[in-house]
């Protein structure tokens, strides 16, 4: 589910290049590139090449097939490389580390826009759980109030992904909603000094990448250092977990607005579940401290709560940008939406069962969170709860208790059988078995099991498959349908719950 880096167009003279990344300059500074590439296989003529440097692959090898293809310029911190240009007679700037410049430039094409353009509101989003959900649904939120809105595209939040996300903005957007992400001490400080947001929203918390954060709290210093990096003005919010304490230090000294999402009536935004409707969606309410608002009722077709707090969260940006008349046309934008590929999207599976598809990543809490809304499912339908589970990863020394912890949750669903996919999920399954209450079966991978599983299923039946994005759990669907579709000639589709 990697997303592609897209093309964009977007046009630097190489003096702004030199500038904005403090870098030495070779070739006229009035040459103008169109495009910046990091790919030389899909490098468009007239584009800027920047050659980083990686643990398998280094750009600087590719450079001649750049210039072959048309780059009219390269970004380059190799000094052999800066030798062979030169005597070539091609223009090139050269940097200390062409990644920390390919960040410094998006940085200068975000505030020439905010200066030039339209550009008045730039969000982030950090955090553990949902922040793809999230984007999503705040660039909806900003969309149906009539604001041009850029999205970062699909999950691409890293130190490459997030810099080519906004070189994809033009004069004409007025919002960007950008997603962060990281799995190592300091990623989103230097994230967000790229971005220089003007809202920052942080999701759930949980234990994700521990393995190198450390502990849940180094998860909340991680994620909630980017309330540090919102600029001063009367654009600036924070939005946040209210009922999320590990970030009450993180918020206590910023001067910028506060949007509290949770459950307590203090909350600037307060929501309850109120559980599956006759119509298969989950409804939730939410009310507002400090707006003359009626309470919204909302009907989402998208998991339980996590899908009420992300709610929560994109109404909280409405109100924000929007004040009170935004919120009835937010909460519209919300109804409308579907779930995203692999995060909760409901599918006709084999023997007319319901395949819940959480596959694209998982940890500790959204794993709770998609049993209770499962269990509510298949209740529902009066049907069975089925749980297909794989390894949660880079845990680190949490790895133990955390698989200890899912093993009970999975045991107080009430799942009828309980499919534990990887060595780190023997541990959740050995405590399953402890507990008694459910059947269980266990397997290395996805494969293993289709037979198995298809043979268990009744029609009724909702099943639950999630796991880390490293295993790759979304394999096992299609494996369902196609042994499905020889026995029965039947066809999956996503289907509303």
């Not at 040459?31 to 920047?50: C, I, M, N, P, Y």
């Not at 990623?187 to 999701?203: Q, R």
């Not at 924000?320 to 995060?343: C, D, F, N, S, T």
Request: charged share 25%; proline share 4%; with cysteine.
């Amino acid at each position: 589910m990697a997303t592609p880096i897209p093309q964009n167009q977007v046009s630097f003279d190489l003096g702004e290049v030199a500038f904005a990344t403090k870098g030495h300059l070779v070739g006229p500074r009035e040459l103008r590139t169109v495009g910046v590439s990091t790919d030389s296989r899909t490098l468009k003529e007239g584009a800027l090449f920047v050659a980083l440097v990686g643990k398998k692959h280094d750009g600087h090898a590719h450079l001649e097939e750049a210039f072959t293809k048309g780059a009219r310029a390269a970004l380059i911190s190799s000094a052999d490389a800066a030798e062979l240009l030169r005597s070539r007679g091609l223009p090139f700037v050269r940097v200390g580390c062409t990644l920390e410049a390919l960040g410094q430039l998006a940085a200068f094409h975000r505030e020439r826009l905010e200066k030039e353009g339209r550009l008045r509101w730039v969000i982030a989003i950090s955090g553990a759980i949902g922040k793809t959900t999230t984007k999503e649904m705040s660039a909806r939120v900003l969309e149906a109030l009539g604001i041009h809105t850029l999205r970062s595209p699909g999950n691409l939040n890293n130190r490459v992904g997030l810099p080519m996300s906004v070189f994809l903005l033009t004069a004409a957007h007025e919002a960007a909603v950008l997603e962060l992400g990281s799995n190592q001490p300091g990623e989103i400080s230097k994230l967000a000094s790229t971005l220089s947001p003007h809202v920052a929203i942080v999701t759930a918390l949980g234990a994700t990448h521990t393995e190198a954060l450390g502990s849940i709290e180094g998860v909340a210093e991680e994620e909630g250092s980017l309330f540090r990096f919102v600029r001063n003005g009367p654009f600036s919010a924070l939005i946040y977990g209210g009922d999320e304490p590990l970030l009450r230090p993180q918020v206590a000294a910023s001067a910028s607005s506060h949007f509290r999402v949770g459950h307590e009536p203090a909350h600037e935004v307060c929501f309850r579940e109120l559980g599956l409707g006759s119509d298969g969606r989950f409804h939730c309410e939410y009310r507002f401290s400090k707006a003359q608002s009626p309470p919204l009722r909302l009907r989402l077709a998208m998991l339980g709560r996590a899908a009420s707090f992300n709610g929560g969260l994109a109404l909280a940006l409405a109100l924000h940008v929007g004040g009170v008349e935004a919120i009835q046309r937010a909460g519209l934008a919300l109804e409308a939406m579907k779930a995203l590929p692999g995060r909760g999207r409901s599918i006709k599976g084999p023997k007319g069962a319901l395949l819940v598809d959480d596959s694209y990543n998982a940890s500790r809490p959204s794993i709770e969170n998609a049993l209770n809304a499962c269990s509510e499912l298949a209740r529902a339908r009066k049907g069975r709860l089925v749980v297909v589970l794989g390894d949660v990863l880079e845990l680190g020394p949490c790895e133990e208790g955390e698989h200890r912890l899912i093993g009970e949750a999975v045991a107080r669903s009430g799942a009828a059988r309980f499919f534990a996919i990887g060595e780190r999920m023997q541990v959740a399954a050995q405590i399953v078995r402890h507990l008694g209450a459910t059947q269980v079966f266990e397997a290395k991978d996805v494969e293993e099991i289709k037979r198995e599983l298809v043979d268990f299923l009744e029609p009724k039946d909702v099943v639950l498959i999630k796991g880390s994005r490293g295993m790759r759990m979304e394999r096992l669907i299609p494996l369902l349908v196609e042994h499905d579709r020889a026995s029965n000639s039947t066809h999956a589709h996503e289907v509303d719950p």
